[in-house]
């Protein structure tokens, strides 16, 4: 059985490496700002203990007041899990850094991401459009888009 | 004088034949060696993720039909799984056997989809994959049998199926639990040491563990890589950890393992069919769906429960505000970010190694775009 991380033993190893990054914790779910997204996830994906090879799944949802960017991770070598949120609101598109780097597996989902959401994930190296057409306006799956 | 060569962009698709479905692929060659990919989507995209925050919970099962049409039945389990959880409802035993019962038919019915197109796209033109719809015919009779439809079954509830195994439906499935080993020897005897296959798919679009698991690759394709990687294991659900089943694995990680691991999963589906045939018969008849009011209201809160569809890791995202319509409802297809990794199988190969190397991941555009 997959175990989801205990949010709070992970927060005490990310504070040392990454101060005030986390801003809110629960079983097997962490909140981190916004700009910190790109460090947290590499010393997920790299620490050992953690060594989150996986990434589950990308995608955000909208909460009328702000957007919030959720990553799935796992490692498939220990079998467990953990969800990294990030909250981001602000102008027009919102920004966060990319984790392509990290994992490959961002690539078309952070794209969709964008396109779906408006969220521009800094310093990926493609970010366009993915399943509408380039010109197209607006963001689909944000609550202010009716058609 | 050497020999000057100008890369050339050629478009392969939207509608080809090898492409699967409606997708495109931008192709730079240099000579005959593809330089560069860009696959393009979006051609089937239908909006099924809005849609979702349009509709009641149960309304949204069969739109999940639609997303890989090949294997209905593992969608709809995987979104009523999560609804379930979301909502902390357990499921009668019996729904639990049914669902493995009609979740490991349709595995092999998509994979003997998947291994016969492959063939189809290196050339063995339609006669293998005839040999497969024979098969794949039985099996859609008998989910005919249990919902009348033979494509978008719409078979599950929220808390259980629809209806209950009908008197004539495991009968014939022994049947074709007691013929299909057979069948699969067939195949082995046609395919798996022929030469001819064996020289055009061997050694091509190796991709490696690490690549694999970095891109998010899932399901066959991840284990034909070597990684031990089953959802039905390592996360299991449903009445899996009961049943005995292996895991196969590939060694190399190119197509012709891709290919080989599904005939493999094949025999392993045919196991685990037996024993819930066994399960179930001695299940009283009767109860096959829990107690659900019609209009689902999962209390507050998310959720990301998967499955292990035939393709790979099928995942959905719900977020519910405790409405009578899911709030946000993401799905995670398999065969999407198995595309992720295509870049990397096919670059320095020829263009019909594309065409088998995209045959081997097997996609379904229901899925990709949804």
């Known amino acids: 059985m997959t175990q989801p991380l205990s949010g709070k033993e992970v927060v005490a190893r990310i504070q040392k490496q990454v101060p005030g990054a986390v801003l809110l914790a629960d079983h097997g779910c962490i909140w981190v700002r916004p700009v910190t997204v790109a460090q947290v996830a590499q010393y997920l994906k790299e620490a050992p203990g953690m060594e989150m090879d996986y990434l589950n799944n990308l995608t955000a949802a909208d909460y009328l007041d702000y957007l919030e960017v959720v990553y799935h991770l796992s490692s498939l070598k220990r079998n467990h899990s953990l969800t990294l949120k990030v909250q981001c609101w602000g102008p027009e598109e919102p920004e966060v850094p990319s984790v392509f780097h990290l994992w490959q597996g961002a690539d078309l989902q952070e794209r969709e991401c964008y396109d779906m959401f408006g969220v521009r994930f800094v310093d990926h190296p493609n970010l366009k459009r993915i399943l509408f057409w380039e010109g197209f306006e607006g963001h689909v799956l944000r609550k202010e888009y009716t058609g | ?370």
């Open chain 2, 1 to 370: 004088m050497a020999i000057r060569t100008q890369p050339v962009s050629i478009n392969i698709g939207p509608q080809h034949p090898s492409t699967h479905g409606v997708f495109r692929l931008r192709v730079t060659f240099d000579g005959e060696v593809i330089i560069g990919l860009e696959p393009i989507f979006g051609y089937l995209h239908r909006g099924k993720e809005k849609l979702a925050e349009a509709r009641t919970y149960t309304q949204f099962i069969p739109i999940t039909d639609r997303a890989d049409y090949l294997a209905s039945m593992s969608n709809n389990w995987g979104y009523c799984l999560a609804v379930e959880r979301l909502a902390g409802i357990e499921l009668p035993e019996r729904a639990e056997y049914i669902r493995v019962l009609v979740g490991e038919m349709m595995r092999i019915s998509n994979h003997l989809m998947a291994v016969g197109f492959f063939l189809n796209d290196c050339g063995a033109f339609f006669t293998p994959l005839l040999y497969m719809y024979r098969e794949r015919e039985k099996l859609l009779d008998l989910f005919d049998m249990l919902c009348g439809q033979r494509l978008n079954y719409n078979y599950m509830r929220i808390g259980g199926v629809s209806q209950d195994l009908p008197v004539e439906f495991l009968p014939a499935l022994k049947k074709f639990v007691q013929e299909m080993p057979g069948y699969i020897d067939e195949y082995e005897q046609l395919l798996t040491t022929n030469e001819i296959l064996l020289a055009r798919s061997k050694g091509v679009g190796v991709l490696s563990p690490e690549q694999a698991v970095n891109a998010s690759v899932s399901g066959p394709v991840l284990r034909a890589c070597g990684v031990e990687w089953d959802i039905r294991r390592a996360d299991p659900y449903s009445i899996y950890p009961q049943l005995e089943f292996d895991i196969p694995t590939g060694i190399q990680g190119d197509t012709y393992d891709r290919f080989y691991l599904r005939i493999q999963e094949m025999r392993q589906s045919v196991r685990i069919l037996q024993q819930a045939i066994t399960g179930i018969e001695q299940l009283p008849h009767g109860v096959y769906r829990a107690h659900v009011l019609s209009l689902v209201r999962p209390p507050k809160g998310e959720v990301y429960s998967r499955i292990e569809s035939p393709k790979g890791e099928l995942g959905y995202y719900i977020v519910s505000d405790g409405g009578v319509s899911p709030w946000r409802c993401r799905m995670r297809g398999p065969s999407q970010l198995n595309l992720t990794a295509l870049r990397d199988m096919v670059l320095g190969w020829k263009l019909a190694d594309l065409i088998i190397i995209l045959g081997s991941i097997d996609i379904v555009m229901g899925e990709v775009d949804r």
